[in-house]
């Protein structure tokens, strides 16, 4: 990310460097805070939304199964003295199994999440990159960058950005 960024900037300073004064100051420069895009644009929200409602089975069950292993763990704490041998083993090695398996589904379901996740993000980048290049092109940026150290706030695009995600279907 730091090299698009050094890259970006080495290309825009060259750029101005290569003007004559008044070419410079006819450069129009926009700046587009990606992050606010992603946390809060329409079509991010729509995502997230898509995402829970895609996952919330899953997490329920997960809730389930996390109740049980509890419930497990606080009859043995509870009743471990008085079992014998025997039945507390047993449930101390089912409550280990479940353990285990629950770990191995929550891990499955992070990593299940986490691809889907980057998938909508993936789309919404593509779709606000399209539409960050209209508004570049009908309102003639000749440069946009997405990383900055300092931004002045009459550059920032990242509202217009964002009113024409939520105007597209």
Excluded: C, W
């Excluded at 129009?28 to 895009?37: L, M």
């Excluded at 003639?140 to 960058?145: A, G, M, R, S, T």
């Amino acid at each position: 990310m730091k090299q698009i960024y050094l890259i970006t900037l080495m290309a825009a300073l060259l750029a101005g460097s290569m003007l004559s004064p008044a070419q410079a100051a006819d450069l129009k420069i926009g700046f587009i805070d990606a992050d606010r895009i992603n946390r809060e644009s329409v079509p991010a929200e729509r995502a997230t939304k898509k995402l829970e409602k895609e996952f919330a089975p899953r997490e329920q069950d997960l809730r389930k199964i996390e109740a049980q292993i509890k419930s497990l763990q606080g009859q043995l704490e509870k009743d471990g003295l008085t079992m014998s041998e025997t039945d507390r083993r047993t449930k101390e090695t089912e409550l280990g199994r479940q353990t285990r398996e629950f770990q191995r589904l929550q891990r499955e379901f992070r990593e299940d999440l986490n691809l889907r996740r980057n998938e909508e993000l993936a789309a919404l980048f593509e779709r606000a990159n399209r539409v960050i290049k209209q508004v570049a092109e009908s309102e003639k940026y000749d440069l946009i960058v997405q990383e900055a150290v300092y931004r002045s706030p009459r550059i920032d695009i990242t509202e217009k950005v964002m009113k024409a995600l939520a105007a597209e279907k």
